[in-house]
């Protein structure tokens, strides 16, 4: 089976195993070193010392990086230890595939370095050395990079098992491949990071370069079914699982692959779906990320500005963290960070991490900034987030087209964190752009992704409407410009106000779209624009959210919608808020101009802005809508939709008949609720209070746990609240609806 497979497997990590065969023959041969032929390391007794010199002489805290450490572990080594531990340091970086080869020199080297009598590097090892980065090897993530010390300890502990073995059963484990990983196993408590490096370049036609054993595990069960299944969790049945996967594989795929190829990688690994149930308010609507603004403090007081402006990079330090690529979460950067487990959150520091390496993407606009009140650079993102071992600090680094070097005022007082993410402050990043208004603005790079399409039938399986009310909502909006959704909670409203516009639109476009919720202190001033508390006293002119998004509208084609979305419209006192924008927001009084209340300045609503707006009619504190905004929006009843064929097709896919009685109980209710003098239709129970969890599909216990929450902590009060001055009433649908899902 090895022969057969061999020839699947890319060659560049076989050439990395094959120019560390000359060591690995050493240590389970001759025992001479490569870098000074006349001395034998790899021996028990050089095995021992350095084992005792890591183990036994711990040096705890984080005041000391791990190299520093083995130094003073090192020092007055023999001459035998001092080369083992280099030829182990070789041998556990050789297969990094981020490591420069300038860094996996440098270790080598400063190792060396501890000898009395110097030895040149020879020219093989030299030639293997000098691999470029990314060109081949494994990432193997943070946790392998920091156990220098646990490493080195597990090697010298195998070192010492293999030499007190017979000779005879030395010989049959060079020649078999699975009784070497038996011996290293039994050599003592596994590390399983380092064995499977150490035997991926002692046996590289049968082993994977592949240093986790959790990423083994997680391959070998997503291709199990290629084998019939898998046959255990022991180390030895991963990569026996992993070898005949890679045969099975090798009879259908032409020429070379690892895991990660193209059509392989997503057998094992595929994308999560995203649960986008119908009607499920709380269902997240995935869309294209808008371009994001960052303030950024280039090293202490700026101190590393020169480097980073002159180099077209930015960077951030803690060099307590290395890639930051291999993070899983946050925790674990904090975990890192904390090195004495003082368990203290250092939560700015984390964030500033995890954003610089996550969140900040291609396309970005950065602002360097020094201390609190000068601006000294704005410049735009154009790499990914990479990380450069070789630098002293400063080594998570991100290449920076800078358009804008100099010195600028802060408007205020900046932030003190080291990195800071300014997007929703619209007004504060308006204020930035403003200092650089003077220059010649520079043409951005189009955002990576393009837009998700979305049309009718996409909303259509979103949200329980029929085709033929679809077309009189979409008619609606179009001509009146301004539409209500109104209906009770749970019908959808929220859940198809943006879909409503991304159909419009034909692509889910969240920079033509804006959403603010109305309340009873909201004001004109929130909403178009008022005088503001200035930090530095007194009060300047702010522009509201309406008045900027009605620039930004203006300034694109006609042709191209905008959709502006009130959430609780009826909550806020419309005329106060609106003001001369009552007239001015009319279909037919697009265009025409007005002077504003708080600025020398004419103003009008652009005809490719629409207005959308929810109303809840089931909340008896609210005052009757203004009749002024009724005449100039259209209204569209939004009911609930258990009758729809998109709310059945879910409702079928779950398969459970308490669900159905319970659906069947809520619309006779939903019945009696229109006939209640009362309350009427617009207190109706909406289908959202129904919409079926992802994680109950298939496990009947969480639906019936689900169910009765639905029950109990929802509906009953609700009916507690419409019926409280009958409470006869109110118990006797309770029982009803308890009764559904038993």
Same mark, same amino acid.
């Given at each position: 089976?090895?022969?057969?497979?061999?020839?699947?497997?890319?060659?560049?990590?076989?050439?990395?195993?094959?120019?560390?065969?000359?060591?690995?023959?050493?240590?389970?041969?001759?025992?001479?070193?490569?870098?000074?032929?006349?001395?034998?390391?790899?021996?028990?007794?050089?095995?021992?010392?350095?084992?005792? %010199?890591?183990?036994?002489n711990?040096?705890?805290?984080?005041?000391?990086?791990?190299?520093?450490?083995?130094?003073?572990?090192?020092?007055?080594?023999?001459?035998?230890?001092?080369?083992? #531990?280099?030829?182990l340091?070789?041998?556990?970086?050789?297969?990094?595939?981020?490591?420069?080869?300038?860094?996996?020199?440098?270790?080598?080297?400063?190792?060396?370095?501890?000898?009395?009598s110097?030895?040149?590097?020879?020219?093989?090892?030299?030639?293997?050395?000098?691999?470029?980065? /990314?060109?081949?090897?494994?990432?193997?993530?943070?946790?392998?990079?920091?156990?220098?010390? +646990?490493?080195?300890?597990?090697?010298?502990?195998?070192?010492?098992?293999?030499?007190?073995?017979?000779?005879?059963?030395?010989?049959?484990?060079?020649?078999d491949?699975w009784?070497?990983?038996?011996?290293?196993?039994?050599?003592?408590?596994?590390?399983?990071?380092?064995?499977?490096?150490?035997?991926?370049?002692?046996?590289?036609?049968?082993?994977?370069?592949?240093?986790?054993?959790?990423?083994? /595990?997680?391959?070998?069960? !997503?291709?199990?079914? +290629?084998?019939?299944?898998?046959? !255990?969790?022991?180390?030895?049945?991963?990569?026996?699982?992993l070898?005949?996967?890679?045969?099975?594989?090798s009879?259908?795929?032409?020429?070379?692959?690892?895991f990660?190829?193209?059509?392989?990688?997503?057998?094992?690994?595929?994308?999560?779906?995203?649960?986008?149930?119908? !009607?499920?308010?709380?269902?997240?609507?995935?869309?294209? %990320?808008?371009?994001?603004?960052?303030?950024?403090?280039?090293?202490?007081?700026?101190?590393?500005?020169?480097e980073?402006?002159?180099?077209?990079?930015?960077?951030?330090?803690?060099?307590?963290?290395?890639?930051?690529?291999?993070?899983?979460? %946050?925790?674990?950067?904090?975990?890192?960070?904390?090195?004495?487990?003082?368990?203290?959150?250092?939560?700015?520091?984390?964030?500033?991490?995890?954003?610089?390496?996550?969140?900040?993407?291609?396309?970005?606009?950065?602002?360097?900034?020094?201390?609190?009140?000068?601006?000294?650079?704005?410049?735009?993102?154009?790499?990914?987030?990479r990380?450069?071992?070789e630098?002293?600090?400063?080594?998570?680094?991100?290449?920076?087209?800078?358009?804008?070097?100099?010195?600028?005022?802060?408007?205020?007082?900046?932030?003190?964190?080291? +990195?800071?993410?300014?997007?929703?402050?619209?007004?504060?990043?308006?204020?930035?752009?403003?200092?650089?208004?003077?220059?010649?603005?520079?043409?951005?790079? #189009?955002?990576?992704?393009p837009?998700?399409?979305?049309?009718?039938?996409?909303?259509?399986?979103?949200?329980?409407?029929?085709?033929?009310?679809?077309?009189?909502?979409?008619?609606?909006?179009?001509? /009146?410009?301004?539409?209500?959704?109104?209906?009770?909670?749970?019908?959808?409203?929220?859940?198809?106000? /943006?879909?409503?516009?991304?159909?419009?639109?034909g692509?889910?476009?969240?920079? %033509?779209?804006?959403?603010?919720?109305?309340?009873?202190?909201?004001?004109?001033?929130?909403f178009?624009?008022?005088?503001?508390?200035?930090?530095?006293?007194?009060?300047?002119?702010?522009?509201?959210?309406?008045?900027?998004?009605?620039?930004?509208?203006?300034?694109?084609?006609?042709?191209?919608?905008?959709?502006?979305?009130?959430?609780?419209?009826?909550?806020?006192?419309?005329?106060?808020?609106? !003001?001369?924008?009552?007239?001015?927001?009319?279909?037919?009084?697009?265009?025409?101009?007005?002077?504003?209340?708080?600025?020398?300045?004419?103003?009008?609503?652009?005809?490719?802005?629409?207005?959308?707006?929810?109303?809840?009619?089931?909340?008896?504190?609210?005052?009757?809508?203004?009749?002024a905004?009724?005449?100039?929006?259209?209204?569209?009843?939004?009911?609930?939709?258990?009758?729809?064929?998109?709310?059945?097709?879910?409702?079928?896919?779950?398969?459970?008949?308490?669900?159905?009685? +319970?659906?069947?109980r809520?619309?006779?209710l939903?019945?009696?609720?229109?006939?209640?003098?009362?309350?009427?239709?617009?207190?109706?129970?909406?289908?959202?209070?129904?919409?079926?969890?992802?994680?109950?599909?298939?496990?009947?216990?969480?639906?019936?746990?689900?169910?009765?929450?639905?029950?109990?902590?929802?509906?009953?009060?609700?009916?507690?609240?419409?019926?409280?001055?009958?409470?006869?009433?109110?118990?006797?649908?309770?029982?009803?609806?308890?009764?559904?899902?038993?």
């Open positions: 089976m090895t022969n057969d497979t061999a020839a699947s497997r890319l060659p560049r990590y076989m050439d990395i195993a094959h120019q560390a065969s000359e060591v690995i023959a050493q240590m389970l041969g001759d025992g001479r070193s490569v870098i000074d032929p006349t001395v034998r390391i790899w021996t028990a007794v050089a095995a021992e010392d350095l084992r005792a %010199r890591i183990e036994d711990p040096i705890l805290g984080g005041d000391q990086g791990q190299w520093n450490k083995l130094d003073v572990q090192l020092h007055g080594a023999s001459r035998e230890v001092v080369l083992l #531990a280099a030829e340091v070789f041998l556990r970086e050789h297969a990094l595939r981020s490591a420069l080869p300038s860094t996996r020199r440098e270790h080598v080297e400063r190792v060396l370095s501890h000898l009395e110097p030895a040149e590097i020879p020219a093989s090892m030299s030639e293997w050395l000098s691999r470029p980065s /990314k060109t081949a090897g494994f990432e193997p993530g943070t946790w392998y990079n920091g156990a220098l010390w +646990l490493h080195l300890i597990w090697a010298s502990t195998f070192v010492i098992h293999w030499n007190a073995l017979p000779s005879d059963e030395r010989e049959y484990a060079q020649s491949p009784q070497l990983q038996q011996i290293m196993l039994n050599s003592g408590e596994d590390r399983s990071d380092i064995r499977n490096t150490l035997q991926y370049l002692a046996r590289p036609e049968t082993f994977e370069p592949i240093p986790s054993a959790g990423k083994k /595990k997680q391959i070998r069960d !997503g291709l199990a079914h +290629l084998i019939g299944g898998p046959t !255990g969790d022991s180390p030895a049945e991963l990569d026996r699982d070898l005949d996967i890679r045969l099975s594989l009879k259908e795929i032409d020429g070379t692959f690892d990660w190829s193209d059509g392989i990688e997503e057998m094992w690994d595929p994308p999560q779906p995203v649960d986008t149930s119908a !009607g499920d308010e709380s269902a997240v609507l995935a869309e294209p %990320r808008p371009r994001h603004y960052w303030l950024y403090a280039p090293g202490p007081r700026a101190s590393e500005w020169d980073f402006s002159s180099a077209g990079i930015m960077a951030i330090g803690w060099n307590e963290v290395e890639n930051l690529a291999a993070y899983p979460n %946050r925790e674990a950067i904090r975990e890192d960070l904390d090195v004495d487990g003082t368990g203290r959150s250092m939560k700015n520091a984390v964030l500033a991490l995890w954003q610089f390496q996550n969140d900040i993407e291609i396309g970005d606009i950065v602002y360097a900034k020094r201390g609190r009140r000068e601006i000294i650079g704005r410049g735009e993102i154009v790499s990914d987030a990380f450069e071992p630098r002293a600090d400063f080594r998570h680094v991100r290449t920076v087209k800078w358009t804008h070097i100099g010195s600028w005022p802060h408007p205020g007082d900046a932030v003190t964190k080291t +990195l800071t993410d300014l997007t929703s402050y619209r007004d504060y990043v308006e204020k930035l752009e403003d200092l650089f208004e003077d220059d010649v603005e520079p043409e951005l790079t #189009a955002l990576s992704e837009l998700p399409p979305y049309d009718e039938g996409t909303f259509l399986d979103e949200v329980y409407l029929s085709d033929e009310r679809y077309e009189r909502l979409r008619r609606l909006l179009k001509r /009146k410009k301004n539409v209500i959704l109104a209906g009770p909670p749970g019908v959808g409203k929220t859940f198809a106000a /943006k879909r409503l516009a991304y159909s419009i639109m692509a889910k476009d969240p920079n %033509r779209v804006q959403m603010v919720q109305f309340h009873q202190s909201y004001s004109y001033e929130d178009m624009m008022g005088y503001r508390p200035a930090e530095s006293g007194g009060f300047i002119l702010s522009e509201g959210p309406f008045y900027r998004f009605c620039e930004e509208a203006r300034t694109d084609d006609e042709s191209r919608p905008y959709f502006f979305i009130v959430d609780e419209i009826n909550r806020g006192n419309i005329s106060k808020i609106f !003001g001369e924008l009552l007239m001015l927001i009319e279909a037919d009084k697009r265009g025409i101009e007005l002077r504003l209340l708080y600025k020398n300045e004419k103003f009008s609503v652009p005809p490719n802005v629409h207005i959308i707006g929810m109303l809840n009619t089931a909340d008896r504190s609210l005052a009757v809508l203004d009749y905004l009724r005449r100039r929006f259209g209204f569209f009843e939004m009911t609930p939709g258990f009758r729809t064929d998109g709310f059945a097709v879910r409702q079928k896919k779950l398969g459970s008949p308490a669900y159905d009685r +319970l659906v069947d809520i619309i006779e939903n019945a009696a609720i229109a006939d209640d003098p009362a309350l009427g239709h617009g207190f109706a129970i909406g289908h959202s209070y129904l919409a079926i969890p992802a994680d109950t599909h298939s496990d009947a216990d969480a639906t019936s746990a689900w169910l009765q929450s639905v029950v109990e902590d929802e509906l009953v009060p609700l009916l507690d609240e419409y019926w409280f001055d009958e409470p006869n009433k109110a118990n006797g649908w309770a029982v009803t609806l308890r009764t559904a899902i038993v």
